[in-house]
C-alpha cells in the first residue's frame, strides 16, 4: 500500500505536535502571522510538490518540462519558503549559475539524450561539501566565509558527471555540531537557526538539517548531508524523509570539511526509498584523495535500485535492538507496526537481539573525534593553499572569540578548545582507543550480534519526536 508521506508524519509522533501538513510545508501553531502570508496561494499550487526523480525525467522526456523550467521552479520555492514566508533558513546560498547549468543540460538532452537518471535534476547539498563553482563552503562559519575552493570535492564532482543540477548550499549545524556543548542544532553564524517544516517551533535535528528540511519541503529534488554520528540518520528521521549513511569509503570524503576520517561521510537525503537508491549510485568512485574508497572497488553498484524488491526480505533474518530506551511510546508503536510489516513480507524476527554492554562506550569514540577533528580539519584548512580565510584549528578558536556577539551568541566552542589540546595521532592515547572501539564495538559488538543469530540485519528506533528549539539550554532530545 503507498503511503502519502506527509499524511503519515501528520498521524504520527514524528512531526512534533503543533502540525499543519500541507503543500505549503508546516507551520507552527505559534509561527507568527506573517509566516503564512504573502506567498500561501503560489506555494499551494507548486507543481513539484513531492515530486520524484522518475516524475522528473519523464516529464523532461516528454518536453513536458525542463531542466530550465524545473529549476526555476525551485529557485521560486526557495524564496518563497525559506526567505519569506515560514523562513525554513535551510538554504545558505543558491548556485548563480544553476540556470546557465540547466540550459547547458537541456541543450545535451536534445543533442545527445539524457546522461542518467540525474539529468537535469536539482540537488542540494550541504555547506561542508566543497564546489569551485562560486559558492563558498563555509561549516556555517564566519571564519570561512568567502571560501571558494580551488576544486570541486568529488561528491560534487561525481555529482555534475552524472548530470545534475548543484543548485545551492544547505544549512547545517555549524561546524557539523562539533563547536560546543550546549549547540542547537540547525543554527550556523552564516545561516541562523534553521526551522523544522512540520512546526516551526521544533529543532529540525542536525547536523544536515538544512538538507532534511530542503528535500522534506520540495525546496529541491534531493540533496546531499554528511555524517559522522547521526547527522544523515536524526534529520531524516525528524523531518520524514529517507536518509541513507553510507559505508565509510562508498562516498569519497575529499574536499569535505571533517570531523572525524573514521567516521565521516557524506549520503543521500530524498522524499523516498527510490529516489535515495538513485542518488547513491552516482557518487561511489576510487578517489586518489582518500584511500577509504579503494575498498569501494568492485564493491559497489552502478544500480541500487534493482534491490528495491518487494520480496526481497522473505526469508531474511532482521534482530530487533530494545536495548534503545526512552522514547516516546507513539515512536514505538509506529516501530511495532514497522516489524510486523517485515514479518508480513517473510522476515524471520529475532526479537530482542539486544548489543552486548561492550558496544556502548560513548567515552572514547568522542575522544578519537577530537584527535581527528584536529588533525583532519588541520589537513583541510591547508589543502585550501594561502587565500584561506584561516588556515588552522587555532586560528578558528582565535577568530571565534574575536567575533564572539556573531559567532557565539548562543554557545560556547568547548569541543573545539578539547580538540586543539590533543596531541598527535601518534598518541598512544589515540591509538588505544581505535583499537579499543573497534574491540569492544565492532568485533565483540554489531559483529558478534550478527553472527550470535545468523542476522542480515539490526534494527532499531532512529529518534523520538523533535524537540523544542532552544538557544538557551541547547537540544533536548526526546
Given amino acids: 500500500m503507498m503511503i502519502d508521506r506527509r499524511r503519515f508524519i501528520g498521524t504520527t509522533a514524528l512531526g512534533g505536535t503543533a502540525l499543519a501538513i500541507g503543500p505549503t510545508a508546516c507551520l507552527s501553531s505559534e509561527s507568527s502571522d506573517s509566516s503564512s502570508s504573502g506567498n500561501e496561494s503560489s506555494v499551494q499550487s507548486f507543481e513539484l510538490d513531492e515530486v520524484t526523480v522518475d516524475e522528473l525525467q519523464q516529464s523532461m522526456a516528454s518536453g513536458e518540462r525542463s531542466a530550465r523550467s524545473i529549476t526555476e521552479l525551485y529557485l521560486s520555492r526557495i524564496d518563497a519558503l525559506d526567505r519569506q514566508g515560514p523562513e525554513l533558513r535551510s538554504v545558505i546560498e543558491t548556485n548563480p549559475d544553476a540556470l546557465k547549468i540547466a540550459d547547458e543540460l537541456d541543450d545535451e538532452r536534445r543533442s545527445n539524450g539524457p546522461r542518467g537518471p540525474l539529468h537535469g535534476i536539482p540537488i542540494a547539498i550541504k555547506d561542508n561539501i566543497d564546489t569551485s563553482d562560486g559558492m563558498t563552503t563555509t561549516a556555517g562559519s564566519l571564519a570561512l566565509e568567502g571560501s571558494i575552493p580551488a576544486r570541486d570535492s568529488f561528491v560534487a564532482q561525481k555529482l555534475r558527471e552524472a548530470g545534475a543540477i548543484i543548485l545551492a548550499k544547505a544549512n547545517m549545524s555549524e561546524w557539523a555540531y562539533f563547536r560546543g556543548e550546549r549547540a542547537t542544532s540547525g543554527w550556523s553564524a552564516r545561516g541562523g537557526q534553521c526551522r523544522n517544516p512540520y512546526a516551526l517551533d521544533r529543532n529540525p535535528c542536525g547536523s544536515s538539517s538544512g538538507s532534511g528540511v530542503a528535500v522534506s519541503a520540495n525546496l529541491a529534488a534531493l540533496t546531499v548531508g554528511t555524517e ?20 565509510v569509503g562508498l562516498w569519497s570524503r575529499s574536499g569535505i570539511i571533517p570531523i572525524s576520517h573514521s567516521q565521516d561521510t557524506a549520503g543521500p537525503m530524498a522524499r523516498t526509498v527510490r529516489d535515495a537508491a538513485i542518488l547513491l549510485a552516482a557518487v561511489p568512485g576510487v578517489d586518489p584523495r582518500d584511500d577509504a574508497t579503494a575498498a569501494s572497488e568492485g564493491n559497489s553498484y552502478a544500480d541500487y535500485t534493482q534491490f528495491l524488491d518487494p520480496a526481497g526480505l522473505q526469508g531474511a533474518r532482521v534482530g530487533v535492538a530494545r536495548s534503545f530506551t526512552g522514547f516516546d511510546p507513539r515512536v514505538i508503536a509506529l516501530f511495532d507496526q514497522a516489524i510486523e510489516a517485515m514479518r508480513e513480507s517473510g522476515a524471520l524476527i529475532i526479537d530482542p537481539a539486544n548489543l552486548p554492554p561492550a558496544a556502548w562506550n560513548d567515552t572514547l569514540p568522542l575522544l578519537v573525534l577530537e584527535y581527528e577533528f584536529k588533525a583532519d580539519l588541520n589537513a583541510y584548512l591547508e589543502n585550501l593553499g594561502p587565500e584561506a580565510p584561516v588556515k588552522s584549528l587555532t586560528e578558528v578558536i582565535e577568530f571565534n572569540e574575536r567575533n564572539h556577539d556573531t559567532e557565539m551568541p548562543y554557545f560556547g566552542q568547548e569541543r573545539m578548545y578539547a580538540s586543539q589540546a590533543r596531541g598527535p595521532l601518534t598518541d598512544e592515547t589515540y591509538r588505544n582507543a581505535v583499537r579499543a572501539i573497534q574491540t569492544g564495538n565492532r568485533q565483540d559488538g554489531i ?21 523544542m528549539t532552544d538557544h538557551i539550554k541547547g537540544d533536548r532530545l526526546e
Fill in 447 to 467: 559483529d558478534a550480534l550478527m553472527s550470535q543469530y545468523d542476522l542480515d540485519a539490526i534494527i532499531a528506533p532512529t529518534m523520538g519526536i523533535s524537540w
Fill in 228 to 247: 559522522t554520528g547521526g547527522s544523515i540518520m536524526c534529520p531524516s528521521s525528524i523531518n520524514g524523509v529517507v536518509g541513507i549513511k553510507p559505508t
